[in-house]
């Protein structure tokens, strides 16, 4: 009887520690990142920019139908700007990849981590997840929405929290019409 007991403990225990660590088939759906995108659009005093970054991968994690989580990086070296041309097109470039900004060099990648997933209605969810920029992590609260195998979200960040202060006027004075507006608007669109 002990030794049947024991057994039945041990499988238990291996059965849930083997269901934990492996996902279930059709449960984690990998981002498609080529058919995916991530629009960025920053504001000034005197008008704005917008421009696009990489995914370099992802993925959502559902059960049964519903979202429970997900983790994407995205390539920070892929920054692009889409509004402007030719010279001043390269300048603003190269200073958002400068340290002044997201210093790609150090940190070329910029990553998003699930960590609490809430039904909001019927294909929504409000998502909290661990953002992490310059090697800088901090919670961001956002919506999103899943609509067969495509998902919406629109998430406004703050870049003063990782450490992203050039021309901010909550840490300079007196900039008047050259200051950078602090928060910054992703709009992600995915495929999986």
Known sequence: MK?????????????????ATSPVDGEKKEVKAEKSSVTWK???VTGSHTGTINIEEGALVFDND???????IVDMTSLVDSDMEGGMK???EGHLKSD???????????????TKVET???NSYEVTGDLTIKGITKAVTFDLSIYGSKATATLKVDR?????????GNFFENLGDKT???EFDLVVDLVF
């Open 3 to 19: 030794k049947n007991l024991l057994s039945f403990v041990f499988a238990i225990v291996f059965g849930f520690t083997a269901s």
């Open 42 to 44: 920053a504001y000034k």
């Open 66 to 72: 519903k979202l429970t989580g997900g983790e994407f």
């Open 90 to 92: 390269g300048k603003l």
């Open 100 to 114: 002044d900004f997201f210093g790609v060099e150090t940190h070329p990648t910029s990553k998003l981590v699930f």
């Open 120 to 122: 909001s209605g019927k």
């Open 160 to 168: 003063t929290n990782y450490d992203i202060k050039f021309r901010s």
């Open 180 to 182: 950078i507006y602090d």
